[in-house]
């Protein structure tokens, strides 16, 4: 099982970066995706999620109006695209799957935002 994340990087505060996680090693359809992140010497937060269908979503009150949560079954991937991007989003962000008796993390991207 592998989850991969890629996307993160530098942007500067009002900029746009979309973040990508590719699964592996299960039925990604089935799993509930989501998106968290971490800054040093704060608690693992829950930024956005999509449920299994993709027909549902919820966001963190911080990002809603920013943040949009999608996934493609068939390429096996999630995405979170992140528009309006301020100084307080800068964190590791996370790719986690939710699934029958399973849960799956990957690795992390760092996305900086700083002018």
């Known amino acids: 099982v592998q989850l991969v994340e890629s996307g993160g990087g530098l942007v500067q505060p009002g900029g746009s970066l979309r973040l990508s996680c590719t699964a592996s090693?299960?039925?990604?359809?089935?799993?509930?995706m989501s998106w968290y992140r971490q800054d040093p010497g704060k608690e693992r937060e829950l930024v956005a999620v999509?449920?299994?269908?993709?027909?549902?979503?919820d966001y963190a009150d911080s990002v809603k109006g920013r943040f949009i949560i999608s996934r493609d079954d068939a390429k096996n991937t999630v995405y979170l695209q992140m528009n309006s991007l301020k100084l307080e989003d800068t964190a590791v962000y996370y790719c986690?799957?939710?699934?029958?008796?399973?849960?799956?993390w990957g690795q992390g991207t760092q996305v900086t935002v700083a002018s």
């Open positions: 090693g299960f039925t990604f359809r089935s799993y509930a």
């Open positions: 986690k799957a939710v699934g029958p008796g399973y849960v799956f």
């Open positions: 999509i449920w299994s269908g993709g027909a549902s979503t």
